[in-house]
């Protein structure tokens, strides 16, 4: 398995514009998680879903931030309008089923993202 | 609520020396636990977790952590520290009650020293 797929890798964009993150979670997984992590704030857990329905999104920080996830292999994070605060490395992971707890999860790269 | 605590955010060791990286966990329920390490410009990988069945866990690369309940920890311990072992290393806690979502600690630094 090419275990979970994030896209950009780097992404580099101007204040106020629309910024798309992309993941794809590991096939057979039901569970699919977004974290931003930054240097002041750490490691935050933005929104995650089971069978592609969200479930807590309370780390969202703002109606700027927004998630979907169409399909069970497909993911998105937007960001519209992009802000200079934004900047920081978004990971996307994957789980086999939250309803057991023992599940670890299965994280992508990252998009390390910066807006100017 | 869960939470987890890891004392210090940087350690440095010696290359060759043991490895001691503390996590203590708060939780109304039995706790499952888990250690990831994180290398620079990578995402976290799962080191070792904790559900219930040992309370001495085995990971990967020689790494173990072993649950005390009377101390509400769950330190990560390696014998012999070596140069490919500095990363970033995150404690984490799951529950039923928050449906499986990992709450994770502030992180702790390793740094291994020549």
């Known amino acids: 398995d090419a275990g979970v797929i994030q896209s950009p890798r780097h992404e580099v964009t101007e204040m106020g514009q629309e910024v798309t993150l992309r993941c794809k979670p590991i096939s057979g997984h039901n569970s699919l998680f977004w974290y931003r992590q930054t240097m002041m704030r750490g490691l935050e857990l933005l929104i995650y879903f089971n069978n592609n329905v969200p479930i807590d999104d309370s780390g969202m920080p703002e109606d700027r931030f927004s998630a979907k996830m169409p399909n069970a292999s497909f993911s998105t994070l937007k960001i519209q309008p992009s802000e200079p605060r934004d900047s920081a490395v978004y990971f996307c992971a994957s789980s086999p089923d939250t309803t057991s707890s023992y599940n670890e999860q299965f994280f992508g790269p990252g998009t390390r993202l910066t807006v100017l | 609520a869960q939470s987890v605590t890891q004392l210090g955010s940087h350690v440095s060791v010696s290359e060759g020396a043991l490895v001691l990286l503390r996590c203590n966990y708060s939780?109304?329920?039995?706790?499952?636990l888990f250690w990831y390490v994180q290398y620079p410009n990578q995402g976290l990988q799962l080191l070792l977790k904790?559900?219930?069945?040992?309370?001495l866990v085995k990971g990967i690369n020689d790494f173990e952590a072993e649950f005390k309940k009377s101390e509400t920890s769950f330190h990560l311990t390696k014998p012999s520290a070596h140069m490919s072992d500095a990363a970033e290393y995150f404690c984490a806690v799951s529950d039923l009650k928050q449906g499986g979502k990992l709450i994770f600690g502030q992180g702790t630094e390793l740094s291994v020293k020549p």
């Open positions: 939780s109304s329920v039995p706790p499952y």
């Open positions: 904790y559900t219930s069945a040992a309370t």
